[in-house]
């Protein structure tokens, strides 16, 4: 799909301070409303992968692109603590009252925010495949991946060349990202290279890994300088809403180790852990399980 395909399922809106947010809005229009936060290196387009789900159970499911993202402006200051306001501002632009939460990889902890600023609007938080908080990544997992942790915080000026070798501003070829999308599969395996051998679901990892390098490499470089950071709120303190944590013991990504530990951490959270998953077929094969409990 060529370039005119993205700007056809990009949606913008300007908030109060006159930043342009993009989104993509699928599903039952007048079903209960599941805002979706995309994973790292992934934008709105993710969301479609959950479409077919969300008609089926009547849900309203609107991906958003997070600032530097798609055609999301960029924005300064805390990415992850700010992110709510935002979420709450497009919910009173859309008429939305309350809704739920459902955060990717790494927008699990943007998912979180938005459960422990507005637990009285958000009816339920589920984070999918998720990035742990950093105290929970450097106790729980490999030995190599708590060392890259601890390391990344400890050395921010480390991580910021690495990343910018990693994520570069120019925006990338889309025969580079197939190549690179062919190399990912082969080290993930299992179900997740088999969901990539699927044509459909790999034209959408196509779709969303390009628009994700719409402007340039920063929105994304800056998520992970922020996330290896303490998050500014303590998970615990989260009693409501209701929350749901589902995991691929196959996940190579973000092992499982430290999800269940963060299950353990979290109140009041149900935990679901996929044998056989990996990390982005849980999002595919069992949309309709993560979906279900969020319709209230």
């Not at 929105?219 to 500014?232: D, K, M, S, T, Y």
């Amino acid at each position: 799909m060529g370039d005119a395909g993205f700007h056809e399922a990009a949606l913008t809106l300007t908030l109060k301070d006159g930043r342009r947010l993009s989104y993509l809005d699928l599903g039952v229009g007048g079903g209960p409303v599941v805002f979706h936060f995309h994973g790292h290196g992934s934008s709105r387009v993710e969301s479609l992968m959950l479409e077919e789900a969300a008609k089926r159970l009547g849900v309203r499911v609107i991906g958003l692109d997070r600032p530097g993202i798609g055609y999301s402006d960029p924005q300064d200051g805390d990415r992850l603590r700010n992110w709510p306001h935002d979420v709450a501002e497009v919910a009173d632009i859309l008429g939305i009252e309350k809704f739920a939460v459902q955060g990717m990889s790494a927008g699990g902890p943007y998912a979180l925010a938005c459960a422990y600023e507005y637990p009285d609007r958000v009816t339920a938080c589920s984070l999918v495949s998720a990035v742990p908080t950093p105290d929970v990544a450097k106790r729980a997992g490999p030995r190599v991946r708590r060392l890259l942790w601890w390391a990344a915080a400890r050395f921010p000026n480390y991580l910021r060349k690495r990343l910018m070798q990693f994520r570069p501003d120019a925006r990338p070829s889309e025969e580079a990202v197939q190549a690179r999308m062919q190399r990912v599969a082969m080290w993930l395996g299992g179900e997740d290279l088999h969901l990539m051998q699927i044509p459909e679901m790999r034209a959408i990892l196509l779709r969303t890994m390009l628009e994700t390098a719409r402007q340039n490499g920063a929105g994304n470089r800056a998520e992970i300088e922020r996330l290896v950071q303490p998050w500014g709120f303590d998970i615990r303190d989260i009693t409501r809403p209701r929350l749901f944590l589902w995991h691929g013991d196959e996940d190579r990504i973000m092992p499982v180790a430290p999800a269940r530990r963060m299950a353990r951490t979290l109140r009041n959270c149900t935990a679901t852990f996929y044998e056989d998953e990996g990390h982005f077929s849980v999002l595919v094969n069992r949309a309709a399980d993560l979906l279900a409990p969020l319709r209230v």
